[in-house]
């Protein structure tokens, strides 16, 4: 049935709030993860903390606990929400997600690297700093596996064949962790968590997430004009070899970051796109600052969970996400396959 012309325009105003109420859901979920917590904290005091030189033990907990948490919360789900919409925009595959080209798998391979040989126990920016070198790795790999012309199915099996390699080392280093307190830490380290970060990992990782991020969003037009087919992508002036270059540094570099300073965090970018694609007319355009948002409340509110489900000993937040997302990518496999009957 053809949408009537007011059924359309109410449709436009419908996406026109999508976000504006994204945004005031992130202020909701940013500040509820700045006040759930173990020492009991209201708003007024909280605002006080940040913005007052005062050093006392409520404003210590807000600037060095929950602030620096929120923001890396807040920012790396807004990355996975992002990268997920740009990589199904591009493959054109509604199951895709950060993780297909293994950039995710390579900075986890990273990070582990620097448990096993020690250099974590040495300084604590190592960690990251493994995490972010691994997905450049990776993504430098995969784009040599793909080739310049590679196909989307080639950048795809180039990812899985990096992730599956990716994930077979890190299995290694488990197997020959040097201590059991060894492999136990890269496991609880490997299930992610945004517990006990501080200002030094959001100011090594918001950089290169931001830069990843601004990268990701300029590729609104071409994908737009992807989804009329590759030919008129080329007549429009979008280069297909540009754009997916861009993609997948702008995956490398943001995915990377976050994996690096949170572990791995699973299924935002699958399950964030897929909830806002409708809300914004299915244009993979609007679809990627939507889905920035959604990643950041999904992200903040599961972090927000794992506090008050577990506040003795906490649930792993990657455990939580998996825990949502797994049920609903089995969804939308089911989904796929009736409509193909």
Known sequence: MTATPLGRERNREGQRLVLPLLTLAVAVTFSASLIVGPAAIGLPEILNAIFSGEADTAALIIREVRLPRAILGLTIGATLGLAGAALQGLLRNPLAEPGLIGVSASAALGAVLTFYTGLAGLFALALPLGGMAGACVGAAVVQGLAGRDGSPLTLILAGIAVTSFAAALTS??????????????????????????????????????????????????????????????????????????????????????????????????????????????????????????????????????????????????????????????????????????
């Open 172 to 341: 290694l280093a488990l197997n020959l962790a040097p201590n059991p307190f060894a492999a136990l830490e890269i496991v609880f380290w490997l299930m992610g968590s945004l517990a006990d970060r501080s200002f030094d990992h959001v100011w090594l990782a918001a950089p290169f997430m931001a830069a990843g991020c601004l990268l990701l969003l300029t590729l609104g037009r071409p994908l737009d004009a992807l989804t009329l087919g590759e030919d008129a992508a080329q007549t429009l002036g979008f280069g297909l070899r540009s754009l997916r270059h861009r993609l997948v540094l702008g995956t490398a570099l943001s995915v990377g970051a976050a994996t690096s300073v949170a572990g791995a965090i699973g299924f935002v970018g699958l399950v964030v796109p897929h909830l806002l694609r409708p809300l914004v007319g299915h244009r993979p355009g609007a679809l990627l600052p939507a889905s920035a948002l959604g990643g950041a409340v999904l992200v903040l509110t599961a972090d927000v969970a794992v506090r008050v489900l577990s506040p003795g000993r906490e649930l792993k937040l990657g455990v939580l996400t998996a825990l949502v997302g797994a049920p609903f990518f089995l969804f939308l496999v089911l989904r796929l396959r009736r409509q193909l009957l």
